[in-house]
């Protein structure tokens, strides 16, 4: 699993099941951390569905969120929750924190997070 491969990054994180253990441990940190857990509802299961079905498509896999919700028109999807710089930050963290406990080597660690970045601070809505 090195980034010289030819595998995109869907293939780099395990496919569905490795990229099923970073999004568990993601939103285990997402409930735990003050600025994030107050937006999310109690029953986490379809939200890591969705993310699930995103992320796949996102980072090189098959096209699952759209074959099951359209077009994903992620920043709209956001506009009903204030996202704020801070949480953008604390979002990056929580996905950083995760990729490091799932033990996903540093230069594809840094790769994943940096393709996130843009569409984070992007959704930004709120000062
Ligand atoms: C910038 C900070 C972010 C915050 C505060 C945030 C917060 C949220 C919240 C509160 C939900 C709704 C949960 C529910 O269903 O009730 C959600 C859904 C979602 N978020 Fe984020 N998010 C952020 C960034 C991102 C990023 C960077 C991505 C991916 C690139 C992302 C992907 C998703 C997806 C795929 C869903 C499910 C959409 C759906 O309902 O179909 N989010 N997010």
């Keep these: 699993m090195d980034m010289n491969s030819e595998q995109n990054i869907y293939e780099q994180l395990g496919e569905s099941a490795g990229l099923r253990r970073i999004i568990e441990t993601f939103y285990a940190n ?16 379809p939200v890591i569905e969705r993310q699930q079905q995103f992320l796949t498509q996102f980072f090189g896999g098959p096209p699952l969120y759209s074959e099951q919700h359209g ?4 920043r709209a999807r956001h506009m009903r929750f204030p996202v704020t ?3 953008a930050e604390a979002w990056l963290a929580c996905m ?20 996130l970045k843009g569409p984070a601070y992007h959704f930004v809505n709120t000062p």
Excluded: K, S, W, Y
């Design 71 to 74: 077009h994903p028109m992620m």
């Design 96 to 115: 950083n924190a995760a990729l490091r406990e799932n033990e996903v080597e540093d230069e594809l660690r840094e790769f994943v997070i940096a393709r």
């Design 85 to 87: 710089n801070e949480r």
């Design 30 to 45: 997402v409930v735990q951390e003050p600025l994030l857990a107050p937006l999310f509802p109690e029953d986490i299961q």
